[in-house]
């Protein structure tokens, strides 16, 4: 059976790989998901699963488990929340999900295009790799999915007959996690376990941080660059606030370490993502406004995070009398605590299990100063989740890239994870 499984991974790897430049080439950052979203939806169908189309609010999320929704000036295309939708697909039948494969369709913007080597929405196989935006992150992860139950469907088409498979493809997993937490919410799309198909390099991703994400906007003193070496230039001072906050997320590593982290000296990172400022070189700004990520220990909520962070900021411009006021901080984004999955739950065991089974040896198993959607299943609904998924390579950044035989042994991992898991509820049934 198994020989067979990986003859017919092999047989359908090229069109995975052409599925993945389909999806590759429907940019889907946040408002404009919808096109890719329509590629998962065709290829769910002609696998035979059943498709649903997931109607996404329009209006601010108000569910407190939640993050800030973006602002209609950040959503790109037509900057319009109306109308967005995410999608599942189910094995025919009527029984809850036993599994749920989930993965988010948006991506980050690739708006550097001109450091490219080749365009970021125009898949490019090279060297073993495909390029573009969103291959890695986590596009990647759907041809994987993809691949294992095609491949699936070959050898074993009665596996489903008896439990259920999801496979699920949400919306802003990149800035606020309300499409998992919608999803699941509002649609009742849960399962007994969930395997989350993000970029691992083949590994088993158990945990992640907290992440907030804030807006400062920093006050300063507009003026003539000739008197630029006495006035409050609200750039330098938010430079100057960036600063000492980097210098508290290094004490808290250190105040707090994370011992699902024992080798990350930075767990908590700061990220200065955003800053709009200025509209003039010889004029010195009277505002800039920042957009900052930051990571928090798993033993604190959003709320205290954003607390702490308040507070400091607050003590840092009431120390620096260049500050002419207190800076203006919103929440925006993220508001996402940490997680962790225990590494002797049966859904992690089982995947060892299987990866040992297809490659001869044992994934390596960790937790990332992230966050990821697993936490949404693992905080909200006391549902076992865990990442695995493909070698990336460059995520967020210029040429990012995925290796394409790691979708295939991606694969051969997965179809051994399902073929076992259904069969053996199938014979229990």
């Known amino acids: 059976m198994l020989n067979l499984l990986d003859a017919a991974i092999a047989a359908h790897t090229e069109s995975a790989f052409a599925f993945l430049e389909d999806l590759v ?3 889907s950052l946040v408002g404009s998901e919808q096109t890719a979203l329509d590629v998962f939806a065709r290829e769910l169908t002609a696998i035979g699963l059943e498709v649903q189309l997931l109607p996404f609010p329009a209006e601010p999320f108000s569910d407190p488990r939640g ?20 999608v599942v697909g189910r094995t025919p039948g009527d029984g809850p999900l036993t ?26 196989r090279r060297d ?47 800035c606020t996690g309300n499409g998992a937490l919608n999803a699941a919410s509002e649609h009742g799309v849960l399962a007994d376990e969930v395997v989350l198909l993000e970029p691992t390099d083949l590994g088993l991703m158990l945990g992640g941080v907290g992440v907030l994400w804030l807006e400062v906007e920093v006050t300063g003193h507009a003026s003539h660059a000739e008197s630029a070496d006495s006035t409050s230039n609200a750039i330098d001072l938010g430079m100057r606030l960036v600063a000492a906050l980097r210098a508290w997320s290094a004490d808290l590593s250190i105040a707090e370490p994370d011992p699902a982290l024992p080798d990350t000296d930075h767990p908590y990172n700061l990220n200065l993502g955003r800053i709009t400022a200025g509209d003039w070189n010889s004029s010195a700004p009277s505002r800039a406004t920042l957009g900052l990520r930051m990571g928090f220990p798993r033993s604190w909520d959003p709320a205290r995070a954003e607390r702490e962070l308040r507070a400091f900021i607050q003590k840092v411009t009431d120390e620096d009398s260049d500050f002419p006021a207190q800076p203006v901080v919103r929440a925006s984004g993220f508001r996402a605590s940490g997680y962790l999955l225990d590494e002797e739950d ?14 001869g040896d044992e994934p390596r198993l960790f937790s990332l100063g992230s966050t990821t959607d697993a936490r949404t ?12 998924g493909a070698i990336a390579h460059d995520m967020h950044g210029v040429d990012e890239s995925v290796e394409l035989q790691s979708i295939v042994d991606g694969a051969r991992t997965l179809a051994r994870f399902l073929l076992a898991r259904f069969a053996e509820t199938e014979a229990t049934a």
């Open 346 to 359: 049966p859904l992690v065991r089982d995947l060892r299990a299987a990866h040992l089974d297809a490659h």
């Open 128 to 174: 073993g790799r495909m390029y573009g935006r969103g291959t890695a992150d986590m596009k990647g992860g759907f041809a994987i999915g993809m691949l294992a139950l095609r491949a699936l469907k070959d050898v074993a088409p009665d596996l489903f007959s008896i439990r259920r498979l999801g496979f699920l493809a949400v919306i802003e997993e990149e």
């Open 25 to 27: 080439r429907a940019p």
């Open 67 to 86: 993050g800030v929704s973006p602002r209609p000036q950040d959503l790109y295309g037509t900057g319009n929340a109306a109308g967005r939708y995410q």
């Open 377 to 388: 299943y693992i905080n909200h609904f006391g549902t076992p989740a865990v990442c695995f």
């Open 99 to 124: 599994l749920l494969l989930n993965g988010h369709i948006d991506v980050v913007p690739a708006t550097d295009s001109i450091l490219w080597r080749t365009a970021p929405f125009e898949p490019d």
